[in-house]
């Protein structure tokens, strides 16, 4: 008992906490935001929280929330263990459960919740802290969590807490923004999370941060207004196109109502991105190439964990549309849900090109900023949701991918990706715009003048080929 004492008095949080960040740790608000820029520490500053909560709560539980377990570990862990083996805190870390357990017998659970079914696993035991960490890449089922399954867990103490920590998004919404801003449902404002920020500049352990943010800038061509320098590197809200993956125009490309009678061409796609711990996703896109439009008409995530649960959901929307390209990803455990399907119920998909996301993405943009791509609102909530506040992540971007911002929910996006591949209604569009080159001009009004000579020689012919002259000629002669 004294060496558990011991070791939880080497944390003094006062020498291992810059200023701001301490006053994140020992706030005793039941519900904190914490909005950081990249760098600022905000994982040191989540995980002395959840310490100092442990060390004060002998076998008790606590919570850190993220998308994904595997997303917690490659976060919190490496925190963890810094501070475990410079302190001999005498902590462990169940590299199966990612669990991590104090020597008071206080145990943080890592756990995702990149989906309801995994969040309704978290029913039951009671917790004393809580921490969703990247919040910005939450949507609306957020609040639902919070208020249906974390906040009555943490009834049965009367210091509990519950933090939601992250960065800003691009898109400047979704429940992380509005915890921090104290945006309630009906618009008003009311500042119920005690809001925390700070930033790399706040560091002690870095020297010359000014310096650094002006290297920064020069290599990537950034001002001190440019919006991802402010939202990235100063950790403030700020709209940001360039930055966001997708680029909605809610004036411009969200409509109530699938306008199926203003012409008889179309043709339905379903894209489908499988999941085997994640949801399984599927979007159903109709197009026309007489009008050179699309129309997302339905979008939703399923709980699928074989293969006939992800069939039946393919056939009850070919039973609703009617036949049409069914486009899955057949990567990995794919590749056994699409054979199943082939085998068992005659179903056929096609593989979906996963290369060139970035160009697969521009080509959705472009349609989207022409207004030839519409999203029927009231069957796809959750789509907008998702590519309202899906960002791009920078630094990849700097060095060449294309690969979404880590945190955010992307599987309704790869579907839609998917679905829009197998659409051609922009092919005519193409056809019409198409450039002739010089080189081809001529090339074509050389074989033209060429056809229209063989054509007058022939009718000079009697319709008659050479050959069948030369035969003739041939007959005479004998």
């Given amino acids: 008992m004294k060496l558990r004492k ?25 519900f904190t935001t914490a909005c950081c820029s990249r760098r600022a520490g905000k994982t040191y500053g989540v995980r002395n929280k959840l310490l100092k909560t442990g060390f004060d709560h002998p076998k008790a539980l606590s919570l850190y929330l993220t ?14 263990e810094e501070l475990n083996d410079q302190l001999d ?32 696993k978290l029913r039951g035991p009671k917790y004393v802290g809580v921490c969703v960490d990247e919040g910005q890449g939450f949507g609306y089922q957020l609040n639902k969590i919070i208020d249906e399954i974390l906040e009555p867990a943490t009834f049965d103490y009367e210091d509990s807490w519950i933090a939601v920590t992250g960065t800003p998004n691009a898109a400047c919404s979704g429940p992380f923004y509005d915890m921090y801003h104290g945006v309630q449902p009906d618009g008003s404002i009311k500042q119920v999370w005690s809001p925390h920020h700070w930033t790399f500049f706040n560091r002690e352990d870095i020297n010359n941060a000014e310096e650094r943010a002006a290297q920064v800038r020069e290599r990537r061509g950034w001002t001190t207004e440019t919006p991802s320098y402010i939202r990235e590197y100063m950790g403030l809200w700020v709209k940001d196109t360039e930055g966001a993956a997708f680029h909605i125009n809610s004036e411009l490309n969200i409509v109530y109502r699938f306008p199926e009678e203003m012409t008889d061409d179309w043709r339905y796609v379903l894209g489908v991105d499988l999941g085997i711990v994640d949801p399984c996703a599927f979007v159903v896109i109709a197009y026309s190439q007489n ?41 990995g455990q794919g590749k056994a849900h699409v054979g199943e399907w082939a085998q068992t119920y ?5 593989a ?54 880590r945190g955010f929910k ?45 054509r007058r020689a022939k009718s000079a012919m009697g319709g008659r080929t050479w050959r069948e002259l030369r035969r003739q000629y041939y007959r005479r002669s004998r």
């Fill in 352 to 405: 979906a090109q996963k290369h060139d996301k970035g160009g697969r993405v521009s080509l959705i943009n472009a349609d989207l900023r022409s207004g030839n791509l519409f999203i029927v609102a009231p069957q796809n909530h959750q789509l907008i949701q998702e590519l309202s506040i899906l960002q791009i992540d920078d630094d990849a971007l700097e060095a060449g991918r294309f690969v979404y911002a």
């Fill in 89 to 120: 805190l005498g902590i462990t870390l169940n590299q199966n459960k990612g669990d991590i357990k104090l020597p008071n017998g206080h145990k943080i659970m890592m756990r995702g919740i990149g989906s309801m079914r995994e969040a309704d």
């Fill in 67 to 80: 998308m994904s377990r595997s997303m917690g570990m490659d976060i919190l862990w490496p925190a963890v």
């Fill in 291 to 331: 009008l050179g439009q699309a129309y997302i008409l339905e979008s939703r995530e399923v709980e699928a964990d074989s293969p006939s649960e992800s069939a039946s959901e393919v056939l009850r929307m070919l039973d609703k549309y009617g036949p049409m390209e069914v486009i899955a990803d057949t990567g």
């Fill in 346 to 350: 005659g179903l056929s998909a096609a």
């Fill in 6 to 30: 011991d070791r939880a008095k080497r944390i003094d949080f006062a020498e291992i906490c810059h200023p701001r960040q301490r006053l994140f740790v020992e706030d005793v608000s039941k």
């Fill in 410 to 454: 992307d599987h309704l996006a790869d579907a839609l990706q998917y679905a829009f591949g197998g659409c051609h209604h922009y092919s005519v569009r193409l056809r019409r715009s198409r450039i002739v080159t010089p080189e081809e001009y001529y090339k074509n009004l050389e074989d033209k003048m060429e056809a229209d000579a063989s």
